[in-house]
């Protein structure tokens, strides 16, 4: 006589049957693979990665090129851009972005306005920050410096070299050419740099060693000018050697450029450099007359 219940599946756990555990019991005997412990997995792609370590997963390719789209924008353009502080908001859509070039314009013209009542220290710092921004190349891509040479002009043309403070700015790798502005004109006469040296200390013994080192030219030159008397024996000079009057890399003008340039309020004449300054070689040799051409 059959039992109560027989035939039927007895419960198992949750939801389970007994058939059906067998059925895994059975799964796992032929499956070996499935008796493996995750301990012993291993990211192939990150061979230097530890068992239970995984490697952090990348955004898509368009989500970081955006990324990095952002943070160029955000690095390129500064904050005030956009929101300008202390500005009212009635007058913002009045303000007009300058350029570089603009900027120092506008910096020459007030410097150069004898009736503008501007400290010495203003006038120096204005003129320095020009200076700074030709210096860097913000203003054009000028090669040929012009610098104030009322001494310089006339040593240059009996060493064939400037000579300067030392570690002065100029624009190595960019600027060819030197001119001289003295006697109110930039003189006929635009030699090609050829090399510029930094900082050469003015002694004798500095002298004996450019000279032992293949540097004659420099060595003479200390001698020279400290045997004339314009420099100082110790101290530190920069020292540009620059092709000679006769040399054919020496380009010569037609003339010299007069300068005409003049104050706006009194019309006084007004210096067109009173450090340095840069134009382009072929300015120089189109036949300008005044610098107001170049």
Not at 47 to 75: D, N
């Amino acid at each position: 006589m059959a039992r109560p219940g027989a035939g039927r599946r007895r419960r198992v756990g949750a939801g389970s049957t007994t058939h059906q555990a067998d059925q895994h019991t059975d799964q796992q005997q032929r499956s070996p693979r499935l008796l493996r412990r995750p301990v012993d997995r291993i990211d192939r792609r990150n061979p230097g990665l530890g068992p239970h370590e995984r490697a952090p997963r990348l955004a898509p390719r368009s989500a970081q090129r955006r990324h990095r789209r952002r943070l160029q924008r955000r690095a390129l353009t500064p904050p005030w851009f956009d929101t300008l502080d202390g500005v009212a908001e009635a007058v913002r859509n009045r303000v007009l972005w300058l350029g570089f070039r603009d900027l120092a314009d506008a910096i020459r013209q007030v410097t150069s306005d004898a009736t503008r009542l501007i400290g010495e220290q203003t006038r120096f710092l204005l003129t320095e920050l020009v200076a700074l921004y030709e210096t860097d190349g913000l203003l054009t891509n000028d090669d040929t410096v012009v610098v104030a040479a009322r001494a310089a002009w006339p040593e240059y043309q009996y060493t064939s070299a400037y000579v300067c403070q030392p570690d002065r700015s100029f624009r190595v790798g960019v600027v060819t050419h030197f001119g001289f502005y003295a006697e109110g004109a930039i003189q006929p006469l635009v030699p090609r740099i050829r090399k510029y040296l930094p900082s050469v200390p003015f002694t004798r013994v500095e002298a004996d060693t450019r000279r032992a080192a293949g540097e004659q030219e420099v060595g003479d030159l200390i001698d020279r000018l400290l045997d004339d008397g314009p420099r100082t024996e110790g101290s530190l000079y920069g020292v540009l050697l620059l092709s000679g009057p006769d040399d054919p890399a020496t380009v010569r003008l037609a003339h010299a450029v007069q300068n005409d340039t003049t104050t706006r309020a009194t019309g006084r004449n007004w210096a067109w450099t009173i450090g340095q300054r840069y134009t382009r070689l072929d300015r120089l040799r189109s036949g300008a007359k005044v610098t107001s051409e170049l």
